[in-house]
Each structure stands twice: as structure tokens, then as C-alpha cells.
């Protein structure tokens, strides 16, 4: 290729990825602007509350801590999706799998409490991430077999994972001690993901750093990459081809739902330090929406991440300072999937 059309091949990609970023941070400013339009609607300053948000979150180290604390399940949840999406499948279960995770892991936590800590906590992160793993396999199988759609399963499991944790936590599994509460018994100390440098950031970090680093690598230096994107180019070429698309149908489910149960076994040990009904405040919707958002890219599934952390954690900071009800922080949620249908819409001619 000579160098003068290499040079312009170049320029004209740089410029498109600045213009994608300019129109993507425009949309993002217009799902700010009607959030404000919300704020003016509850009788309270709009560029107030924003700055009470990015000044709580980060202006302080505390505040900086808490958003990568709630980065943690977000990474996690957004990488159970990134993954079977590389051949075109729609994990909407991430929450459904964080909370069986979270379950699975609870039961180890509670069965196998006089282990040691270098022999405990590896066993239950392996569980969550088994069950995790299990419960999006579910999904697999039936859209393996044809019979139904991975999203309307992964979907309605998500209520069936949380209605099965709601029974354990007021039924079986509830601590005595508790009174009328509904939660089981606190993790021994061994049982306890270590937090680092006296804050509440804690070794659930190390889980999502190493999702991010292997889900790359897979995909862009490995043969099972290269496999995943022929069948997300043209699956019935790949089949014809001798690729088991079969397989990988319900081995990505199990990942990516594995992942999701690392998230679950991060919040309930190290955030939770018990299973409760409240485990999760939609840590698994918010994750399909950052791997829409970031469009299964790992560095874009930090952003992304790291701003909804931000959104997330100005939920609490709207209904403390501002009396504002916590769950208003949802709208604004709606309103960047509203941001990146859009964008999706736009991009393929809205096909």
C-alpha cells in the first residue's frame, strides 16, 4: 500500500473515531439535560445536584474509593454480557447470575466456615463463579436446542434467581438472631474478600481486572477468538467450516454467567458480609447497558463503567443531600439506554 493511502486511511479513522466520541458525548450531555428537566420537576437545583454528585465522588479519596467500589459488580456484570455477545448472543441475565452466584457462594461460605482463609476463599469464589456459570447454562442449552431465545430466558431467570434467594434468606437460611430481619448468618472472617489500605475497595478488583485482561487476550491473540468472531461475521460459513457453534453457544453462557457469580460471591464477602434480599440494587441491568455503551470494547467497559459508578453512587448522594428519592437515579439510567439505542439505531440506518 503505498504511504501517502496509508497515511489517509490514518487521518480518516482518527477522524471518525473523534467524531463518534463528539457525537456520543453529545448524546450523553442531552440524557444530562432532560435528567435536569427531572430535577427542576422535584423542585431542586439541577446544577447543584450535579455538582454535589462529581464533587462527593470525586473530590474526595473516600468518595474516589466508593465509585470503584460499586466499579467492581459493574466490570463484572458488563464482561458476563461482552462475552457471549461476541457471536451475537444477549446475556440479559447478569442479575439473575450475580444473585445465584452470590447463593452458591453463601452456602460454601456457611458449610465450610473452619477452613482457612487461603483455602476458603477460594472455594467460594469458585462457586459463585460455578453458580453463575450453571444458571446462564440454563439459557444456553435451550438456545442451543433451538427452543427459546437466550434473552427472554436469561431474562425471566433473573426473577426466578431472585425469588429463590428471597426464600433461602426468609426461610432456611435465616440467621435466628436476626429478629425479624431476613438475612443469614455474617461470614466468618475467613470467608471475607481483604479490603486494601483501610478502605472498602477490596480484592473483587483483582477478579475484575483479570476479566478484562483474559476476555482481550481470548479474543484478540487466541484461535477461540478468531472462532467467536467467524461465527459472529456469518455463522452458517463458520458451521459449514467445522466450528461447534453448539458449544460455544453454551460454553460463552457459562462464562459470561460465571463472571456474573464472580460479582454476586464479591458483593455478598467483602460488601455484604451476609446474603440479604438487597444484594444487588441492578448491578446486572447496569452491566448489559455498559457493554452496550461500550460495545464489548474492555477499555470502554472501564469508562463506562466508571461513569455509572458515578450515576450510582449519586443516587445516595441526591437522597441524603437533596431529599430526593435514591431511586430517581433509575430515570437517568433510562435515559443513557435511551442514548445508546439511539446511537445504535443511527448507526445501522435504523434497521
Known amino acids: 500500500m503505498p504511504r501517502g493511502e496509508l497515511a489517509a486511511r490514518i487521518v480518516s479513522f482518527r477522524n471518525d473515531r473523534l467524531a463518534g466520541l463528539v457525537r456520543f458525548a453529545g448524546l450523553f450531555a442531552l440524557a444530562f439535560v432532560v435528567f435536569a428537566i427531572v430535577l427542576l420537576a422535584f423542585g431542586k437545583n439541577p446544577l447543584r445536584a450535579y455538582a454535589d454528585i462529581f464533587s462527593n465522588t470525586l473530590g474526595s479519596a473516600y468518595g474516589f474509593s466508593e465509585v470503584l467500589v460499586k466499579m467492581i459488580p459493574l466490570v463484572l456484570t458488563a464482561v458476563a454480557v461482552a462475552v457471549p455477545a461476541r457471536i451475537w448472543l444477549i446475556n440479559v441475565g447478569g442479575e439473575g447470575q450475580l444473585f445465584i452466584g452470590a447463593m452458591f457462594a453463601t452456602w460454601g461460605a456457611l458449610n465450610f466456615s473452619t477452613l482457612p482463609i487461603w483455602t476458603l476463599l477460594p472455594l467460594i469464589s469458585a462457586l459463585g463463579f460455578l453458580g453463575g456459570g450453571l444458571w446462564a447454562t440454563i439459557s444456553g442449552i435451550l438456545r442451543a436446542k433451538g427452543l427459546v431465545s437466550e434473552t427472554i430466558s436469561t431474562l425471566l431467570l433473573n426473577y426466578v434467581a431472585i425469588l429463590l434467594v428471597n426464600f433461602l434468606v426468609f426461610g432456611p437460611w435465616k440467621d435466628p438472631e436476626s429478629a425479624n430481619y431476613p438475612q443469614t448468618a455474617p461470614f466468618v472472617e475467613a470467608a471475607t474478600l481483604p479490603a486494601f489500605g483501610g478502605t472498602r475497595v477490596h480484592m473483587g478488583v483483582v477478579f475484575a481486572i483479570a476479566a478484562l485482561i483474559l476476555f482481550y487476550l481470548v479474543i484478540s491473540r487466541t484461535r477461540w477468538g478468531l472462532e467467536m468472531r467467524a461465527i459472529g461475521s456469518n455463522a ?116
Request: net charge positive; no cysteine.
Open 236 to 351: 452458517e460459513a463458520a458451521r459449514r467450516n467445522g466450528i461447534p457453534i453448539t458449544k460455544y453457544i453454551v460454553l460463552l453462557m457459562f462464562i459470561g454467567g460465571g463472571v456474573a457469580g464472580l460479582a454476586g460471591m464479591s458483593e455478598v464477602s467483602a460488601v455484604q458480609g451476609m446474603l440479604r434480599p438487597s444484594l444487588s440494587p441492578g448491578y446486572g441491568f447496569a452491566g448489559f447497558l455498559i457493554s452496550w455503551m461500550a460495545g464489548g470494547n474492555p477499555l470502554g467497559i472501564v469508562a463506562a463503567a466508571f461513569l455509572l459508578a458515578i450515576v450510582t453512587a449519586g443516587g445516595d448522594i441526591l437522597q441524603m443531600a437533596h431529599r430526593i428519592p435514591g431511586a430517581v437515579v433509575h430515570i437517568l439510567m433510562a435515559l443513557i439506554l435511551f442514548v445508546v439505542l439511539a446511537r445504535h439505531s443511527r448507526r445501522t440506518g435504523g434497521k
